[in-house]
């Protein structure tokens, strides 16, 4: 089994995250030929960058942390947890 690489750390890390990731399918319980979920296991912790926090241009002085946060729906899987938007936060 190969081994995953270690992430590298974000120059503007601000937390960590780890948690397993819990993708759903885009359908959910109505496409029956999907599982309605994979569950994966995260083999590092990872960082989570300022930039993702930023709101963007209509707010630029903006920053915001949690759900709310911009991610891809792969890493949301792991940094949707309540925990990790604490250490957002």
Known sequence: MEQAPIPAV???????AGWPQDLHSPFGVNDPTL???HDGAVPYLYSTPLRSLCAGLPCPNLL?????ASFSHVAYGSQRVMATG???G
């Open 10 to 16: 974000y120059p503007d890390a601000v937390s960590y």
């Open 35 to 37: 599982p309605p979920n």
């Open 64 to 68: 915001v942390s949690g759900r709310l």
């Open 86 to 88: 604490q250490a957002m």
